[in-house]
């Protein structure tokens, strides 16, 4: 008895070993998926610092913010001489031994701080830093040879950078600080070798670390290895940046030379008090089985069923809680893969929103271009310079907005007036406050842009009203005398190869229109002016006459240029004019980019846009507060195309979706659209809505579970109990039992899954019959049949023969054996049958090479669980050739016209064992009134009456005897199987293919 107490208790752990392993692989899947959502949320979140740090990996980049906290850490200083000693040793201390600062005060010619750098210094003074480009000024110390231009070709204040000297290689830093209410400029220097680096990398990441409170720690290369190794995942970015995590935190990291900065963020704490919870779920919900399982083990049933009844009210608990954590585990699951769906769907939908502004822009060209076209197709050319003049006064400044307008003759003589450009950023900054004035003047320097006098006296008008300068000022200053440009060096020289252009393209058309019309040689300088341009006359001119009514984008170093070139022409008079529009890229989609920024202005979603403008005399615009280090982050992508996405918090406080784009439609422009995170949580928490009106009605049925487990299972046996109780206590009478409900229903249902299953068997027997041949097959010499009968309604056996598709010669014949039996086989059976008159169909192909093609096909699909002997046969219906090619199949049976035989053996392992299997092959020939037998392993292995199996010699000759003597071999066979084994089971599959030759 306690033996087999102890059996059935075994038996109760085996029942409950599929659920805990069904919930223990759903706390980890949906684990998995929560943290594959948060690791995607934080590793966006990280994305953000990691691009910043991005903009500071270079050597120059790293020194600005040593200097930037040197500065910090000397803004208390009360004179001038006490901030430059702070600062100087501030810097020795971060690692820069030997620096050689110099500062003047404005006005100041000298002084033991400006030393000879005194001319440079007052020239760091101006709002513009142009004059310095054509400055003669040359410092000449005892450790450095300093041409003042060079501080214009690094314009930008208060950054270092690497000084391209011949002979020195020099770190350099310029700019304006303010010291005691009182302003001074300065020049820094140090050579690049006095830089003690592992010193400056330490104090680098002391003060990037105060700034980013995620950036956790910097690792040298051995130890990133290590700590890289002991996460649980790890993934390397394109860019070299790293996503990983274990179980407590996310990481992103950067790589700077030879060390790794790592930034972290925790998983949150609902994560894991999920995590712990669901396990302490499925470990009460096991103890609680087993310990009911034991009470009922104690039941001494005869007499005492209340152990057992307390046993079954244990039951409850799993009965109710498996269920219902199993809900919680599929509702966690959907959630948080509908999450993640939604968070890639949010990007996605950014992404699309990015290519829809794209098209705005491809649009606005287009339709600005027909707008263009069809106002010339109605202008007369033009004769004099006064027409032009007061033609341009309309299209300059009202129409269009030009910046540059070029106007010559067929002669290649300048027609329009030289003036400066019309900049609609210009215009619109001047109509805001004078602080914002001075910053954009200071914008534009730092960028290495050129503000032309007309603007800077622009940006110095006063305005009557706040200050602020009104329309009809800005007008009449733009419009006024000073609009016309004076030494400019450039102009003569753009003036000439335009010229040349404009002759060439004038003579290109009058060629075309094969006019006979002499051209002076004033424009002839093109050749001379477009090889000191390092272009080819040919092209230059072919590649105009292609873009003639064109607006087209053009790179010209760091600039964006858009230009439009058309010809005004009047046969009847003989007039022709060369025009060219010209605009800088971010002036000409100025009015589009304020346009789109005003609609997304006026969304309701809380999404925006975004535009950086990477044009010198570019703006910004966003239509809502922007993070504040995401203009550098913008100016990071440089080539068209270039996307970067990341979270991060604005400056109104907002969780935000950010998807930049380097744009491929408008190369000056980076386009950026936001939306709110809370939108994925909301989409989340709708879906968590929807699960949870999902889980009533799966409440409702656990509930009625509970009912009918009361109902039909412990309420009868009380009764049962009742019932049997009389037996053993004289004098008492048997009470009737009237609820049979329970076994009822459970006999219903069994029977019902009983019929439904053999309804399966029987389709799917039906399905296999199919693919066998279903008439014997005769052409020329050769004759081919064959017969399969199952051990169950479906097996492992399958034989096929049909004529080859590319040659009606020739005759393909296959047998296999699937290991196994039952449905499993049967699915193997039909992949194997529907793959071979696929394959076969790849013309010159050997029964080697067909073999070795399904088994690579098979083997990821089979995965060894399932395995297939096979022999495959090519012969030639005339002379009786064969190819054949098998694999871990039993050996052919040859039965020769004299009625002997002997066997055609092809040793290897089956279909599926090896990828690199190598199948054997052989060509013979039948012979003439010869046969050869295809068999399953079937007929060898069947049992006689006595144990002993029929096998291999016995049946080849018993298979010689038949097809030499008997008009039906095949049927001759099964009947003497069938008498041999008696009421014997076959035991396998049995298939037989008999091919004859004439």
Known sequence: MVRHQKFRVFAGILLWLPFALFLAVGIW?????????????????????????????????RLSVIWRAACKQAIAADNISTWHKLVSASLVEQGVTQPCLFVAAQGQKSGSLAGDFAPLLQMLFADSLIPMMDTKIRVKTDFIDLPGHLLYTMPRRDFIYSLPLPENDWWVCQGLQTIAERQYSYILLFDQDSVDWQKAMGHFFVQVQHDSKSLWKMLSESSAAEWRHNLAYWN?????????SDYRYVYQTVGLEENLLVLRAPFSLSLLAWEILSVLALVLLSISWLAGFARIERTNFPVDSQSLRAGLLLFLGPAIGLPLLGLLLIGHLEMYSGSSNALNSRYSQLSHEIESLENEFRTYTFSKQQEITQYLQTQRPFSSQQSVLEWCEQVNSGRWNLGYLYVFTQDGKKLSPTWFQFRPTYTYIARRPEHLRKWFLQRVTNRGGKIEELYQSLFRLKGAENDLISEEQILSHLLGPDRYRVGDKNDPVIDKLLSGLATSVCRRILEQ???????????????????????????????TMADLGKLTRVVSGSEKIVNYTYILSDQENDLMNFLLLHWRAGHFTFALVLELIERARAADDGSASYFFNRDVEGLDFA??????????IANGLENPGECCRFIAESQDGTRNLYLLKCSEAMEHLVIARSIPLASVESDSRQLTAALAAAMLPGTFWIILGIYILRRFLLQPVGELETAVEPL????????????????LLDLTLLFGQVKEGLDQLNLAHALQEGLFPTDSLSLGRLRVTGRSVMMEQVGGDFY?????????????????DVTGHGLAAAVVVAMISSAIPLVVRQANRTPQELLTTINQHLLPILKRLRMSSIMLMRIDSRSGDFALAGAGHPALIHVKPEGDHDFIELNAFPLGATKSLKIPGVQKNIGRKSAIVFYTDGWVEALLPDGEMIGYKEFARMTAEKVKNDDNPIAALYDKLEKLTGTTSWGDDVSIVLLEFD
Do not use: W
């Not at 998995?32 to 120059?60: G, M, Q, W």
């Open 623 to 632: 239509s809502k507060t922007a993070p504040r280090a995401m203009t550098a």
């Open 728 to 743: 053993f206590k004289a004098g008492r009478q048997l009470p009737v039992i009237n609820n049979a409900v329970g076994e």
């Open 800 to 816: 096929d023969y049909f004529v080859d598709p590319h040659d009606e010669n020739h005759v393909y014949v296959c047998i296999g």
């Open 513 to 543: 229109r094969s006019s006979a019309v002499t051209i002076s040689q004033q424009g002839q300088t093109m050749s001379v002016m477009a090889a000191a341009a390092g272009v080819d006359e040919e092209d230059y001119v072919n590649e």
């Open 29 to 61: 899947q949906s684990s998995a998926i929560r943290r594959n959502y948060e690791r995607e949320v934080l590793s966006d979140t990280l994305r953000f610092d990691a691009e910043k740090l991005l903009r500071i990996k270079s050597p120059a980049a």
């Open 236 to 244: 390397l970015s394109p860019d070299e940046t790293g996503v990983g």
